[in-house]
Nanobody, 117 residues
C-alpha cells in the first residue's frame, strides 16, 4: 500500500511562489501521481497529474503557473507553484493510483496553502 506524506505548504503573498513535496513510501514506477486541492465546502479539484511515462496534465486555472514533476530515485512528487493568486488558497493533497486503476485511491493528509492579496 502506497503511503503519501506532503510538505511545503505555507502562507505567501499574491505573486509569490511555493514548492510542495510528496514523499511516497512503497511507491512503484507503475503508479500515476497527482495533486488535488480543496477549499472547505467545495468539491475537490484536480490540479495536475503525471503519468507513469512522465506525461503531465494541468487544470486550466494553473497552466503556465504550476509545474508537476517527480524524482523517482527519491520517490518524491513535486508541485512548483508560481504567480500565486488568492484563489489558489486551499488544502493541497497528493494522490496516487496504479496505472491501470480508474481512480486515485491513495491520499496524503494534505498541506495548507494560503495566498493573501
Amino acid at each position: 500500500q502506497v503511503q503519501l506524506d506532503e510538505s511545503g505548504g505555507g502562507s505567501v503573498q499574491s505573486g509569490g511562489s511555493l514548492t510542495l513535496s510528496c514523499v511516497a513510501s512503497r511507491y512503484s514506477g507503475r503508479h500515476c501521481m497527482a495533486w488535488f486541492r480543496q477549499v472547505s465546502g467545495k468539491d475537490r479539484e484536480a490540479v495536475a497529474s503525471i503519468d507513469v511515462d512522465g506525461t503531465t496534465t494541468y487544470a486550466d486555472s494553473v497552466k503556465g503557473r504550476f509545474t508537476i514533476s517527480k524524482d523517482t530515485a527519491k520517490n518524491t512528487l513535486y508541485l512548483q507553484m508560481s504567480s500565486l493568486k488568492p484563489e489558489d488558497t486551499a488544502m493541497y493533497y497528493c494522490a496516487a493510483r496504479h496505472r491501470w486503476a480508474a481512480t486515485f485511491n491513495y491520499w496524503g493528509q494534505g498541506t495548507q496553502v494560503t495566498v493573501s492579496s
